[in-house]
């Protein structure tokens, strides 16, 4: 199998099919379910409603191409990016660099790479915070990726999920799952 360079990458046409490039290998999931997409879309709103009233920075839904390592040719698309508003210059025709905050969506065909593999590169590209939402167990995992352990807290139901990287954020799991 012949590996692409992320330049290479970039010449493809654009889709709206999810797409990565891993270690210059394109990745290409079926498009997730609907119960994934309905919490992608709620979260993301209230997340962009949030940032532009504080002007924190931008908020951006997948698919997007996050650049995080050019010379490894590894390029992801997490579900929802937050970019503070210090480090937009990072944002260009794509995200060249670590977002400060992620969101994956956990699915049956996702969740065990998110939390292992993904969770491994935020870690090592320098992500501030990730979040993991689980819809089935209706849980929000606030993730603070560090090479000395993570900082980990899980939210449920009614409870305002908190953020380091989003200050004052305080929605309860129940309004963003809804």
């Known amino acids: ?28 999931p079926p498009a997730p379910r609907y119960g994934h997409q309905s919490a992608v879309t709620r979260l993301g709103a209230l997340m962009y409603a949030y940032v532009e009233q504080h002007a924190l920075g931008k908020v951006c839904v997948s698919p997007i191409d996050v650049v995080l390592d050019e010379p490894a ?6 579900d929802i ?20 905050l992620v969101v994956e969506v956990l699915s ?18 320098g992500v501030r915070e990730c979040w993991l939402v689980d819809v089935t167990q209706r849980a929000i995992e606030v993730i ?9 807290t899980t939210f449920t139901e009614d409870e305002p999920v908190h953020s380091l990287v989003l200050p004052d954020w305080n929605v309860p799991v129940t309004s963003l799952l809804d």
Do not use: H, N
């Open 144 to 152: 603070q990726p560090a090479a000395t352990g993570d900082r980990c």
């Open 108 to 125: 049956p065909r996702t969740a065990r790479r998110d939390r292992t593999t993904k969770l491994g590169w935020y870690r090592q590209y």
């Open 1 to 28: 199998m012949s590996r692409l360079t992320v330049k290479e990458y970039f010449t493809y046409p654009e889709t709206m099919r999810p797409m990565e490039l891993v270690y210059g290998i394109v990745r290409e």
């Open 81 to 100: 990016v937050f970019v503070a508003a210090d480090r937009l210059a990072i944002i260009r025709d794509r995200i060249w660099g670590a977002p400060d």
């Open 73 to 78: 040719a590894l390029v992801i698309q997490p």
